[in-house]
């Protein structure tokens, strides 16, 4: 089945995080900082959150064909997860 011009625009927005990853990549080298912690796992767990994105996409794909709403689901919770970081930041 042919997806809607919606979706597809869905799709492209809700990988549009993968942009801060090098930001996010250079503000996680400072979790080495605390000499007292561990913070390699951490480190990355912070820095996979593009693996976590796409694996998402490719879920929403599989889920198209026999449940088009939780598809969509799927692709709303990185948009809505980028709108409370940009209300928490300002």
Wanted: aromatic share 14%; proline share 6%; no cysteine.
């Amino acid at each position: 089945m042919k997806k809607t011009l919606a979706y597809r625009i869905l799709q492209v927005v809700s990988l549009l995080p993968i942009l801060a990853w090098p930001l996010v990549f250079y503000v996680s080298l400072y979790l080495f900082d605390d000499p007292n912690g561990n913070a390699s796992l951490l480190f990355f767990a912070i820095n996979a959150y593009p693996l976590y994105l796409i694996a998402n996409l490719i879920l929403s794909k599989k889920q198209y064909e026999n449940q088009r709403s939780l598809s969509a689901l799927l692709l709303i919770w990185p948009i809505l997860l980028m709108a409370l970081v940009a209300l928490f930041l300002s």
